[in-house]
């Protein structure tokens, strides 16, 4: 199996909502990120996990709150988002030192 | 932060002509890779150049690698309508752990039928 999933594939939500994003693999990769890609840009690094553990935040606003309960999948917990983070959100993963990272299909996000 | 420039920003070429795409950056690396994205949808691996290796082949792909010149193509031979897409280079410090990657700002390639 090498694909990475991703739930769900499009989420509107208002200000005050809490909602969550879900990203799974079963290629035994032990690194996961999140990036966040607005409309004609490139993707842009959020968070990196390594083994389980958070290793990157990329200055992240605390409103976007990663998770990786175990080494197959990552939650992005969302709460008080404001219409500019309405973005494509997309999940990779990878072996720690390898360098491709397979991508999930994204989580487009509207926040109204 | 944003690594790479690449140019143009958008080409459109007809099918069956050769696609190139140019790619720069700014910081030392130990590889770049380039990555393909159809319609705001999850981005697919194409090939990964090492900074010790000058040109690498994979398919209809070659890509280049000027470390002197911190720049990199990516040639597309023989262009087929399923082209279509964004072409994203991008840097990666893996010096054997885990790092995220950091994108160019992409080339739109249409190819017209």
């Known amino acids: 199996d090498t694909e990475v999933t991703q739930t769900p594939k499009h989420l509107v939500m208002g200000m005050t909502n809490k909602k969550s994003l879900k990203c799974e693999q079963h290629?035994?990769?032990?690194?996961m990120y999140w990036y966040k890609q607005k409309a004609k840009k490139p993707p842009e690094l959020m968070f990196v996990?390594?083994?389980?553990?958070?290793?990157i935040n990329e200055s992240v606003p605390s409103r976007f709150s990663p998770e990786c309960p175990n080494s197959s999948l990552l939650n992005l917990h969302l709460h008080a988002l404001q219409p500019e983070d309405s973005a494509l959100y997309l999940c990779?993963?990878?072996?720690?030192?390898?360098?491709?990272?397979?991508f999930g299909p994204g989580t487009r996000l509207t926040v109204l | 932060s944003q690594q790479g420039e690449e140019d143009p920003q958008a080409l459109s070429i007809q099918e069956g002509e050769n696609a190139t795409m140019n790619c720069s950056y700014k910081t030392s690396i130990n590889n770049l890779q380039w990555y393909r994205q159809n319609s705001g949808r999850g981005l697919v691996h194409l090939i990964l150049i090492r900074s010790n290796e000058r040109e690498k082949h994979s398919g209809r792909l070659r890509v280049t690698l000027d470390t002197s010149k911190k720049s990199s193509s990516l040639l597309i031979t023989a262009s087929r309508a399923a082209d279509t897409a964004s072409y994203f280079c991008a840097t990666g410090d893996s010096g054997g752990g885990a790092d995220g990657l950091t994108f160019g700002k992409g080339t739109h390639l249409i190819i017209q039928p």
């Open positions: 996990y390594s083994y389980e553990k958070l290793s």
């Open positions: 990779a993963s990878s072996q720690p030192g390898g360098d491709e990272q397979f």
């Open positions: 290629m035994g990769h032990r690194a």
